[in-house]
């Protein structure tokens, strides 16, 4: 087994310590020097530690006042997690999200496969559709662990201050870092068809993603129908 690198090691120390809680989300890490000091690491090596941490999406540093614990809010669901327009649009709009059922059920083959669970372990199962101006154009249906979403309710769910993301951070330490995703043409049913305003069997975009945490383990399982008439999947990479 290849042995870690001193950078390594601190980042693997420093990533532990946020999954117990020790860093709360939104608050600072502490200075470089006095955490140098602790991990008794150079400057140097907890800089490069702390670089790939922001790299990876777990903390970000703001000029002049220090790195902090990722902590999601509107601005970074919608340029990070987030990626419908309308065809052409260079600008993304505000989505508004309906629950439309919550419920406990067993985990399929797939949903266990994604989440790293067993088959017929107890999962969350989560509807929603998502509206651009008035205009549903995606239905998501969400898959989560129920042991790691414990007591989870559809009052949680409709009353959360923020996004869906920011729940699972806020009330359940679970932080959403970057997600693995797969597009594939689909044709979509006749429930769907309905809330989308399409004739059922109408081609649409399908999303499937896998949304990962600081350690890169599976949080949540979703696959996205996007009706693409009018809006389409947008995603920019930045060198």
């Not at 081609?203 to 949080?219: H, S």
Request: net charge positive; aromatic share 8%.
């Amino acid at each position: 087994m290849k042995s870690l690198t001193a950078y390594e090691e601190v980042k693997q120390k420093i990533t532990e310590d946020l999954v117990r809680g020790r860093y709360p989300m939104g608050q600072a890490l502490p200075a470089e020097k006095d955490l140098s000091k602790e991990l008794n690491v150079s400057i140097g090596t907890l800089r490069k530690a702390v670089d790939e941490l922001v790299a990876d999406g777990i903390v970000i540093r703001r000029q002049g006042r220090g790195t902090y614990v990722t902590e999601h809010d509107l601005k970074r669901l919608l340029y990070y997690f987030f990626h419908v327009v309308k065809h052409d649009a260079i600008t993304k709009i505000n989505p508004r999200v309906e629950l439309v059922s919550l419920t406990s059920a067993s985990a399929n083959k797939e949903e266990a496969s994604k989440l790293n669970l067993k088959e017929g372990v107890a999962v969350w199962r989560i509807v929603n559709r998502l509206y651009l101006e008035n205009q549903c154009v995606m239905i998501d249906q969400i898959t989560l662990d129920k042991i790691r979403f414990k007591n989870l309710t559809r009052i949680d769910f409709v009353n959360r201050i923020g996004s869906i993301y920011q729940l699972y951070q806020m009330k359940y330490g679970q932080t959403v870092v970057r997600s693995s995703e797969r597009l594939r043409a689909g044709l979509v049913g006749k429930q769907y068809a309905e809330w989308l305003g399409l004739k059922p069997q109408s081609p649409v975009l399908l999303i499937r993603r896998v949304a990962l945490g600081i350690q890169d383990e599976p949080l949540e399982w979703r696959i996205s129908t996007l009706n693409t008439n009018q809006h389409e999947y947008f995603s920019e990479i930045v060198a």
